[in-house]
């Protein structure tokens, strides 16, 4: 057995659970020979302290390439070579490939953060977002925690389609809209109809590292941290950067536990003071995440603010906490997809 128990644990989870949730039986058989390999387990234990091995690791291998390294793992990756896998088992070609650039991947782990950014998220954010419309009735001043490349502040430039059981039962958004986002709507629970104009007066991000998607190679990392079967998340990702052009947002460089209420300070009385993150927070010791909710309450005695999370393991919630003189009020919204395929919304 490795040396390794812990991250054995956590590949062997990727395998049975979180690679199968989100339909990428590539990344599941990865996973699983990952776990039981002393040599790939020492290399992904190289990665920052708080982030996800797995996905470092096979960020890491993606990311080189699609920058263009040459080898016949290349043709397990649709967006490289196609829909149609080749015969054969991917672990091994994997392996080989891990081993034969070990440096590079090892740097790649070291230095790298998983900053996904996963803009159909946007298809929970939407009726979140709406519903701080109706209750403010005010333009929204939206502060994304974690926000990596800030691509989501930008939700209202995007056409959404909510399905159920294949029928479309509401659209949202411009159909000249250069991103269409999709999400299928399960159980019993109506997800409420947002106005169709939601106004939005300022959009800011801070992230420790904040991507800057003007610089290809931080582009080409976030392409990379795409699971292999997702490819219409390529373009999806590539169109949202596109609107980046026409709907700039304001990326801070920091830490939220620390420099979040600098934000909160510059938002004008006259907006909907909307706090939200997305699978973010699991990345921010607890006593961070203590001091971000302690900065909100403390905001919230002068005003009233709003925040939204889709936080979790493997099946995240939706919720919206309502912060008024000190203290906040959390209703739960929805269970969904952490990529925002499905919403299963929760009736009040």
Request: aromatic share 8%; hydrophobic share 40%.
């Amino acid at each position: 057995m490795s040396g390794y128990p812990d991250l054995s644990a956590a590949f062997e989870q990727f395998a049975r659970v979180e690679a199968p949730d989100l339909d990428s039986p590539t990344y599941a058989a990865l996973a699983a020979g990952v776990a039981g390999d002393g040599e790939l387990l020492a290399l992904a234990a190289g990665r920052q302290r708080g982030q996800p091995a797995p996905n470092m690791l096979f960020g890491a291998v993606q990311y080189l390439l699609l920058q263009g390294v040459e080898h016949p793992l290349a043709a397990h990756y649709p967006i490289l070579s196609g829909p149609e896998p080749p015969p054969g088992e991917a672990f091994p070609l994997f392996r080989s490939f891990c081993l034969e650039h070990r440096e590079a991947v090892a740097d790649l782990i070291a230095t790298r953060r998983t900053q996904t950014q996963v803009v159909r998220r946007c298809t929970c954010l939407l009726p979140a977002f709406g519903l701080v419309h109706r209750e403010a009735r005010a333009p929204l001043a939206l502060i994304d925690v974690g926000a990596s490349a800030g691509l989501n502040l930008n939700f209202d430039r995007y056409a959404y389609r909510y399905l159920r059981a294949g029928s479309e039962v509401l659209r949202w958004g411009s159909e000249a809209a250069r991103v269409e986002l999709e999400a299928d709507l399960r159980g019993p629970g109506t997800l409420p109809a947002p106005a169709r104009d939601i106004p939005v007066a300022s959009r800011d991000g801070i992230d420790l590292n904040p991507i800057d998607l003007a610089e290809a190679d931080e582009l080409l990392w976030l392409r990379a941290l795409i699971w292999p079967e997702h490819v219409e998340r390529h373009a999806q990702l590539m169109d949202a950067a596109a609107e980046l052009k026409h709907s700039p947002i304001g990326l801070h460089r920091g830490d939220a536990s620390r420099d979040l209420p600098h934000l909160l300070e510059r938002v004008p009385d006259e907006t909907a003071l909307v706090v939200y993150s997305t699978i973010a927070l699991y990345q921010v010791p607890r006593e961070g995440r203590r001091r971000i909710t302690e900065g909100l309450e403390v905001r919230s005695r002068e005003r009233p603010v709003w925040r939204v999370a889709l936080e979790g393991a493997h099946r995240p919630s939706l919720t919206l906490t309502r912060y008024r003189s000190g203290s906040g009020e959390t209703e739960l919204l929805a269970r969904a997809s952490p990529h925002g395929w499905w919403i299963e919304w929760r009736n009040p």
